[in-house]
């Protein structure tokens, strides 16, 4: 399966702001949106995808990262009766984590938009 690509916004500025999202399971460090640098390479393992689903107001990843599934769901509250919320460039993301071993981890989520 591929990874998910590196994701990029763009605002009204026209400048891209960096979006990065990382996993540590176990003390283990996984990419799973972006490509954070450090020291010149990738900041951890690649999360690997699994799925993705599409709709019109969603859009779903399931990611491998070690002994965890991680479900990433991108979700824009658009409605076609509110011309305001289509205005408005925001999506919500919500991180589902289950074991996919059956045991119990420790895990820590990291995501940030840079300040570019």
């Known amino acids: 399966m591929r990874t998910i690509p590196n994701y990029f916004r763009n605002f009204r500025t026209g400048k891209s702001k960096g979006w990065t999202g990382l996993v540590r399971v176990d003390g283990k460090t996984y990419v799973w949106m972006g490509a954070p640098q450090v020291d010149g390479g990738l900041a951890g393992e690649r999360a690997v995808q699994t799925s993705h689903f599409v709709t019109p107001t969603q859009t779903i990843f399931g990611l491998k990262a070690g002994a965890v599934n991680l479900t990433a769901n991108f979700f824009s509250p ?22 996919n071993d059956e045991n119990a981890h420790e895990v820590e989520v990291y995501m940030d938009i840079s300040g570019n």
Do not use: G
């Open 78 to 99: 658009v409605e076609v009766s509110n011309i305001q919320k289509q205005s408005i460039p925001v999506s919500y993301v919500t991180l589902d984590i289950a074991s």
